[in-house]
Each structure stands twice: as C-alpha cells, then as structure tokens.
C-alpha cells in the first residue's frame, strides 16, 4: 500500500521565525543565556540529574514569591495550565467560588469553575477597576479568585490584608501573578496568599510553556480531602505532588512526560533571577515604567489607569489616542519597527493599547525604541473621519 496524501510543499521548507521586538505583555524576548540551555541534549525526565533541576526549580519559585511552601511546582503548559489546577484540586462540584473579575484573567477563572460545576458568584468592574477589602468581605466562597497583574488593564492589584480576610471566613486565596511575577512586590507567606501561580514568558523571560504554582498547608489541606477526584488527571495534585518530590514517597513513579528543555530553560530563568534579586527586580521594573510614562505624556497619549501606585509596572495601558484607530497604529509598528505592541484584551478591547517591558526587555533604551516607534507611528497614520 502507498500513501495517497503527499509531504505539503510547506514542510519541506526551512522553519521561518522573524526576530521581533516583543513589547507586548508577552511572551517577551527570550535572553540569549536562556536560549542556549534550552538546547543543551535532553536527558530522561526521570533521571536523577532532571529530579536534581526539578529541585532547584522548586528552590527557585519558592525565592521568586518568597515562601516556605513544601508543595511548590511548575506545571507542565502555560499560564492557563496552572489557573485550571489551582482551580480543579481546591474546589468540589457545587462548591463556591467567587471571582474579582476586572479584566480577562478574572472572567477566565470563573468559567474554569463554572465547567467544574462550581457556583460562581462574580464581583465585576469595568477594566482597571479595584476591589475594596470590604467588598470582597461581603461574601463566603471556598476560594476566592484576584489577579495581581491584570495584564488586559494594566493594573497591579493591592493584596495586603485580604488573605487574612480570606482566613477568617475559612476560604482560599489564589492569586494571579503571570503578569507581575518579579516585576511587582508580592509576598506568598507573608501576604497569606494560599495558591499562587506564575508563568514563564513573561518577567522570568523563558519560552512559554511552564507554569510555577505553589499551594500552602491550608490549600493542601483543602485538596487533599477532596470527596471527589478532580476533573483532570493531568493537573491533578496527587500525581503532580509525587512527580516533583513534593509527597514525602520515597520514589517518584511516571505520571506524564515533562517538558524537560522547557525545564531547563525555566531553571535558568530562575537563576537569573536569584543572581539579580527580587528587589533589584522590582526596583527596575519601577525605574524604566516611570521612564516610559514620562515619555508617553510628552508624546501626549494618557495613561489608562490614572493611579500610578496601581499601574503594573510590566505592561502599561495607554487610552487609545482620539481619531486614531488602534490596529492601525499597531500594524504600522509592526511593519516598520518590527516590534509588538498590543491592544487590549478581552473586556478591554477597543479601550487601550499595551507595551510591556519585562525582565531582559525592561531597558530605558527600550522604552526610547518603543516611544520612538509610537511617536513615528502617530505621525503617519492618518486620523480616521470618525
Ligand atoms: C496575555 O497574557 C495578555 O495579557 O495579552
């Protein structure tokens, strides 16, 4: 028997990936230290010296949102990967969940719960919007959903004393910080923040496709007493506890093939980190947001969130300038600056664009590139009739 369909002609050409300037709130540029140890050979994901980077992976999160939590992972997939196993190990079918929902992260959330069988009550804002801590006191879920870095809005969202809010009404905290995660304070043990998750191609400047989430004494408790197993086998905790040491068992049997160059990669994103420091992190992240605030008034665009304390300092929202439209002032930038800058996202559609400067990308002289590219761009784009 012969094949009857044919190689396509487009794979027998060679692969294409353009070197983009990637100021969009991500995935960001990936450092040339990172991109080397993502080719080193691929060792067995169950060797002992992939446990030993396993372990450092989960020294290095627990530096990253300074905590002493035993259960500290990353999960093999993106940003959503760990959002949908924060959610299916700590809740139950027909259990509460609330959600502040002011941005995309936050209405993400709620239908992952709500697919679960959850009761979901959301609490809306319009994008950029705050919750007040006696707001969120007003209700008794099991867990309580808030996105730190709200990327769609640009918001960074204040998070002293609502875990103790939480720990009063017996519910969990989670908290987002894909968006903000070594670019914005947070504090895990310290904050009483219950299950915190991050991504890797943000500030920690990695590929895409790893996701570090760590879960306190009270989540475990929580999850490991479930009535009922969690939806997902992939994401469930029992397994994922037990291949990345965390269960106390003295073997770690096969539950799924790790993305182990994406290990690498995330380890050696971590260590920069470690050598950097947290501070030094967030000091700059600060630094170079402010640069680039100054340099968007001088170019006469207003910022989203009026609130500086409350800007993210990653990714910054701008309003979208009057009689411009925004995709064209974005595909100009794009195709003459070879650059990415976003518009807004989900609810934030139409509201704002977006330039995130994070970790290897967060340089004065990239926000120079990025004002520059703006300023041309503004120039040249003529105004619609509106
Ligand atoms: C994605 O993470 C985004 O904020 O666009």
């Known amino acids: ?15 294409e990936a353009p070197l983009r300037y990637l100021f969009g709130p991500g995935p960001s540029n990936v450092p040339p230290r990172i991109l080397a140890v993502g080719a080193k050979p691929i ?34 997939g993106s940003g959503h990967a760990a959002m949908e196993c924060a959610v299916f190990n700590t809740v139950e079918p ?16 709620a239908e992952i719960a709500e697919r679960m069988g959850a009761n979901v009550h959301r609490m809306v804002k319009t994008p950029g919007g ?6 969120i006191e007003q209700h008794k879920p099991v867990l309580f959903f808030l996105t730190h870095g709200e990327s769609s809005a640009g918001l960074c969202h204040p998070v002293d004393g609502i875990g103790d809010i939480c720990r009063k009404h017996n519910c969990l905290f989670l908290v987002d910080t894909v968006a903000s995660l070594g670019a914005a304070p947070i504090f895990m043990d310290k904050q009483n923040i219950d299950i915190l998750y991050t991504g890797s191609q943000k500030a920690l400047n990695a590929p895409p496709g790893t996701a570090p989430i760590s879960f306190n004494e009270r989540a475990c408790h929580k999850m490991f007493n479930r009535k009922t197993k969690p939806v997902s086998y992939l994401f469930d905790m029992t397994h994922l506890s037990n291949y990345w040491g965390c269960d106390g068992k003295p073997a770690r049997l096969y539950h799924h093939t790790g993305p182990v160059s994406g290990f690498f990669a995330l380890r050696e ?35 989203f969130i009026p609130e500086r304390d409350l800007r993210l300092p990653s990714v910054t929202t701008i309003a979208i300038p009057d009689g411009y439209e925004w995709r064209e002032l974005l595909a100009y930038i794009m195709k003459h600056h070879q650059m990415e800058m976003t518009g807004g996202l989900g609810p934030s559609i139409g509201m704002v664009m977006r330039i995130g400067l994070m970790g290897y990308n967060c340089e004065k002289t990239n926000a120079d590139m990025a004002l ?10 003529k105004k619609s009739k509106a």
């Open 1 to 15: 028997s012969s094949v009857t369909i044919p190689p396509p002609a487009c794979m027998l050409r060679p692969l």
């Open 43 to 76: 060792i067995g994901h169950l060797h002992p010296e992939m446990y030993e980077i396993m372990n450092d992976i989960k020294r290095g999160i627990q530096y990253a949102f300074q905590t002493e939590n035993n259960m500290t992972i990353s999960m093999s």
């Open 94 to 109: 027909g259990e509460s969940v609330l959600v502040a929902v002011n941005g995309i992260w936050g209405e993400r959330v």
């Open 130 to 135: 705050y919750f007040s801590n006696k707001e």
């Open 269 to 303: 994103s971590l260590a920069i980190l470690a050598e950097r420091g947290l501070e030094e992190s967030w000091k700059k992240h600060k630094e170079v947001a402010a640069y680039l605030y100054r340099g968007l008034e001088d170019l006469g665009l207003k910022l």
């Open 372 to 381: 520059n590219a703006l300023a041309d761009a503004l120039k040249n784009c």
